[in-house]
């Protein structure tokens, strides 16, 4: 059994940095930002894709891995004449490792205003729970 103890300023730092290097290293990643809520029984998440097609999304899961796929095509006419250009067109990924606390098998997604939803169910083992402790004449001898 290994014991950590929780230092927050570490893991402010540590998060902090993630983000800022996927900032730098994942262009793809700003195309699709993500939050991520824990609930009691689920987690969360909601990826931003606004202006594209719910058909071109694709949500798959492999070996933990939870990627999410959307393409944006571009919308120019012949007699038009593009002069600036800030929306990605193209096809953008987003890959999201998943705990083994997580129930894969049962994720559910649904796509609405321009944001994806998807839902993944707590196993029951990793749910809070609460721990009884015994009193008095009930202790018994615990063999090394």
């Known amino acids: ?27 793809g990643a700003a195309a699709m ?34 990627s999410v796929s959307a393409r944006r095509e571009e919308e120019i006419a ?8 800030e929306r990605p067109t193209g096809t953008f990924t987003r890959r999201v490792y998943l705990s083994e606390h997580l129930d894969s098998d049962k994720i559910d997604a649904g796509y609405t205003n321009g944001v994806l939803t998807v839902r993944i169910p ?7 729970r ?6 008095g004449g009930d202790t018994k001898a615990i063999k090394a």
């Not at 930002?33 to 492999?62: A, H, N, Q, W, Y």
């Not at 707590?122 to 809070?128: C, F, N, W, Y």
């Not at 609460?130 to 009193?135: A, G, P």
């Open 33 to 66: 930002p993500m939050d991520g809520l824990r609930r009691k029984d689920d987690v969360v998440l909601r990826f931003d894709l606004p202006g594209i097609d719910p058909e071109s999304i694709e949500v798959t899961v492999d070996r933990g891995v939870l």
């Open 1 to 27: 059994m290994l014991l950590t103890s929780i230092d927050p300023f570490v893991q402010e730092f540590e998060r902090q940095f993630t983000r800022l290097a996927r900032q730098a290293f994942d262009a």
């Open 78 to 85: 012949e007699d038009e004449r593009l002069f600036v250009r």
């Open 122 to 128: 707590v196993l029951d083992r990793a749910k809070p």
């Open 130 to 135: 609460k721990v009884e402790i015994s009193r």
